[in-house]
């Protein structure tokens, strides 16, 4: 039996559009003002500390921040001082009700049984926690942030690395046998199999790449004994 279900958010969990033509886009344009106005908050200092570090220019003035963090989205970076500013800047669009977290309509049902079976539900997503926990509090459905036990990020490390899915599994206490991960990205699902996880395709729509990995088209098809 799994003793817990990791899944990953964007393709998998949630359209990979909402991501790239709503949250992205958000977060590209509300950057250089925002990042004026709270340049002197120590979580927003810190990132922009790691940016200029990253970037190899620890003169960058915030404008300079903003046109560097900008270049990153577009490469679609996953560096985390990115993550954790697109994060804070979603804070208000959510809030303000511009956009709810989109989920497939298969993903809160399917969650809802398999805590009811017992096992326990994380995110490991390359969104910041903070933003996971936005997104998941604000969704289509209202706030789901009672059925996870725990949200992973970039802090672990990335998740084509294996490593990564090692550190998770010792934060849980748990063997790679007793987890499922869950992702459309065949990378990360090799990455979490090589750390012992068991591993399931998300495929959401067609001709998407596969591997090796069991193919699921939506989280409805995923039985976590067997029988169902
Ligand atoms: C918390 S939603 C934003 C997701 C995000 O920023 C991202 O880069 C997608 O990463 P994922 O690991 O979920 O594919
Ligand atoms: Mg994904």
Same mark, same amino acid.
């Given at each position: 039996?799994?003793? #817990?279900?990791?899944?990953? +958010?964007?393709g998998t969990?949630?359209?990979? #559009?909402?991501?790239?033509? +709503?949250?992205?886009?958000?977060?590209?344009?509300?950057?250089?003002?925002?990042?004026?106005?709270?340049?002197? *908050?120590?979580?927003?200092?810190?990132?922009?500390?790691?940016?200029?570090?990253?970037? @190899? #220019?620890?003169?960058? &003035?915030?404008?300079?921040?903003?046109?560097?963090?900008?270049?990153?989205?577009?490469?679609?970076?996953?560096?985390?001082?990115?993550?954790?500013?697109?994060?804070?800047?979603? *804070?208000?669009?959510?809030?303000?009700?511009?956009?709810? %977290?989109?989920?497939?309509?298969?993903?809160?049902?399917? !969650?809802?049984?398999?805590?009811?079976?017992?096992?326990? !539900?994380?995110?490991?997503?390359?969104?910041?926690?903070?933003?996971?926990?936005?997104?998941?509090?604000?969704?289509?459905? @209202?706030?789901?942030?009672?059925?996870?036990?725990?949200?992973?990020?970039?802090?672990?490390?990335?998740?084509?690395?294996? *490593?990564?899915?090692?550190?998770?599994?010792? *934060?849980?206490?748990?063997? %790679?046998?007793?987890?499922?991960?869950?992702?459309d990205v065949?990378?990360?699902?090799?990455?979490?199999?090589?750390?012992? !996880?068991?591993?399931?395709?998300v495929?959401?729509?067609? @001709?998407?790449?596969?591997? &090796?990995?069991?193919?699921?088209?939506?989280?409805?098809?995923?039985?976590?004994? %067997?029988?169902?």
């Amino acid at each position: 039996m799994i003793r #817990a279900v990791i899944t990953d +958010i964007e393709g998998t969990t949630s359209s990979i #559009a909402f991501v790239h033509d +709503i949250l992205f886009p958000h977060a590209y344009k509300a950057l250089p003002e925002w990042l004026e106005a709270h340049a002197d *908050e120590p979580a927003v200092a810190d990132c922009m500390d790691e940016v200029r570090a990253d970037a @190899g #220019a620890p003169e960058a &003035t915030t404008g300079d921040v903003a046109g560097i963090l900008r270049s990153w989205m577009d490469e679609d970076r996953k560096a985390t001082p990115l993550k954790s500013l697109q994060g804070m800047i979603w *804070e208000t669009g959510y809030r303000q009700g511009e956009f709810t %977290g989109h989920l497939y309509r298969d993903v809160v049902r399917q !969650l809802e049984r398999w805590k009811q079976q017992g096992a326990a !539900l994380y995110i490991y997503s390359s969104g910041s926690v903070y933003a996971q926990k936005l997104m998941f509090g604000h969704s289509d459905e @209202g706030d789901l942030t009672p059925l996870f036990s725990g949200y992973f990020d970039t802090a672990v490390g990335g998740k084509r690395d294996a *490593e990564s899915y090692r550190v998770i599994l010792d *934060e849980l206490g748990l063997h %790679g046998s007793d987890v499922l991960f869950l992702s459309d990205v065949v990378e990360e699902l090799d990455a979490a199999q090589n750390a012992g !996880l068991r591993t399931c395709q998300v495929c959401r729509s067609e @001709g998407m790449v596969t591997g &090796t990995h069991p193919v699921v088209s939506g989280f409805d098809e995923v039985s976590l004994d %067997g029988n169902d």
